[in-house]
């Protein structure tokens, strides 16, 4: 059952768009009949497709709109085309699961946390490219997986910084991408912990697995040769990112 205070999913199965901005169309559709959102909402999607990849992995992708749009938002919702023969979406990538994000301040945190830990689950998510049950994809975005494991108590890496979320909408798909860009750029060990959870800071899925929400506390920290240099370049992207990206 959903949380009062939940988003609106609304899903559509079975659908054959004939490109990705078919499916695009098609989700936002789904949230303008709604009344989740206003229907210039989907022109922001469309653009918002125009400057960064929303593929998430495994054939889940996370259309939604540009930040400055937010206040066309009228109700947070999520509207989900399923796409059982898939659609081609970026670089030879296929999406099967067309997950439309519309969202009232953090509320896509919770939502891109519980489907990164979805993505995890294989036997699953084959199952909701083919459902014809509805109830069955709802449930799944509806519930909060366990988070993954680790091995003992977490522990922070020699090199640290600790850092307040200030991220008015927490760190979501984009900035978090920036992140793994910068991790990526040497060869140390970076990572990021919040609270008893730790995520590798050059792996995506992980970093929104934390569901970094404004005013969280992180500790990033790294280990290896280039471990200060590899830090101070992070700390400038996480501290730096623009409104925009933000």
């Known amino acids: 059952m959903l949380a009062p205070n939940a988003p609106r999913v609304l899903i559509r199965t079975a659908a054959t768009p004939a490109d990705k901005d078919a499916a695009i169309r098609q989700a936002a559709q789904l949230l303008v009949a709604a009344g989740c959102i206003d229907p210039a909402y989907e022109a922001s999607m469309l653009r918002r497709e125009g400057v960064a990849n929303t593929y998430l992995g495994h054939g889940v992708v996370i259309p939604h709109g540009m930040v400055d749009d937010r206040a066309l938002v009228r109700e947070s919702g999520l509207a989900v085309l399923q796409v059982p023969g ?3 979406w970026h670089d030879g990538q296929d999406a099967h699961l067309v997950v439309a994000i519309a969202a009232q301040s953090d509320t896509h945190i919770t939502i ?8 995890q689950d294989e036997a699953r998510l084959a199952r909701l490219r083919t459902t014809q049950d509805p109830a069955e994809i709802a449930a799944a975005l509806s519930e909060d997986a366990p988070a993954p494991g680790t091995a003992g108590p977490a522990a922070d890496l020699p090199y640290a910084f ?13 900035p978090a991408s920036a992140w793994v860009e910068a991790a990526r750029g040497g060869s140390a060990r970076i990572q990021v912990r919040h609270g008893a959870e730790v995520a590798d800071a050059k792996n995506l899925i992980a970093l929104l697995q934390l569901g970094l929400r404004a005013g969280d506390e992180a500790v990033i920290s790294a280990e290896g040769e280039d471990a200060p240099a590899a830090l101070t370049r992070l700390k400038a992207v996480v501290t730096g990112l623009s409104a925009g990206e933000k």
């Not at 200030?166 to 979501?172: A, F, I, R, V």
């Open 86 to 88: 898939g659609v081609a």
């Open 112 to 119: 891109l946390r519980r489907l990164t830990r979805l993505i």
């Open 162 to 174: 600790t850092w307040t979320v200030d991220y008015p909408t927490g760190l979501h798909a984009r």
